[in-house]
């Protein structure tokens, strides 16, 4: 199973692009890479999720380089609601055993 | 709402106690998680199912701790001989799974919040 890092915690404003890194050296060909987000007291909720290059959509997006080894979500304009912890996870289809790690969390200030 | 439900939403036992928790995932959804969470940490993977069937067990879930999914369908989690320890979010989460592709999208439910005195 491919071991992720992020960072512990991060503040923002306001209105401004946040950008949350996570590093995943050991990923494997046929992983995909998984973002969520939890808020307090609830479940994760999925965000999105890219095998390579870019993804977007309607919330966020992603962006992987060509070596895989590390990808960020980014988070336009955000807004007080996304201030949460959010997850990478690194798995494919024959890795089921689908491993958080201790997330990000994300504080975002008027 | 079809969105995944678990019950009870709080339970709040004495140490020993044998307890049980429940999750309805999204119908048609073949493949459903338990997780458990404690206080600044991430979510533990415990066991799934892929319909019926248990195919894998984390190291974490003792001998105390037993899950099942009759039919498919809702799945229980059971704690017995309860412990402090034990203390955490009980998270189900569910997800159609086609192939041999990526897991995809994990649909969460609120989690089952346990308290062992």
């Known amino acids: 199973l491919a071991k992720t890092t992020q960072p512990i915690s991060m503040d923002s404003y306001e209105g401004q692009e946040v950008n949350i890194t996570c590093s995943h050296n050991n990923i494997a060909t046929n992983d995909y890479i998984t973002w969520y987000q939890q808020f307090p007291s609830q479940g994760p909720r999925f965000i999105i999720q890219?095998?390579?290059t870019k993804v977007t959509n309607e919330v966020a997006s992603l962006f992987i380089p060509a070596d895989r080894k590390s990808s960020t979500l980014s988070l336009p304009r955000v807004s007080l609601s996304d201030t949460a912890v959010y997850y990478c996870l690194v798995e494919g289809g024959s890795a089921r055993q689908l491993t958080f790690g201790s997330g990000t969390q994300l504080t975002v200030l008027p | 709402d079809t969105g995944v439900s678990q019950n009870p939403r709080h339970k709040i036992t004495k140490r020993g106690q044998n307890v049980t928790f429940r999750c309805d995932p999204i119908s048609e959804h073949n493949r459903l998680y338990w997780y458990r969470q404690t206080l600044g940490q991430g979510p533990e993977f415990l066991t799934y199912f892929q319909n019926e069937a248990q195919l894998e067990k984390s190291r974490l879930l003792s001998d105390r701790f037993s899950a099942e999914r009759p039919k498919g369908s809702f799945s229980t989690l059971e704690i017995q001989r309860t412990e402090q320890g034990d203390s955490a979010m009980y998270l189900c989460?569910?997800?159609?799974?086609?192939?041999?592709?990526?897991?995809?999208?994990?649909?969460f439910g609120e989690g089952s919040r346990l308290t062992v005195l």
């Open positions: 989460a569910s997800t159609l799974q086609r192939g041999f592709s990526t897991t995809g999208e994990l649909f």
């Open positions: 890219g095998y390579k």
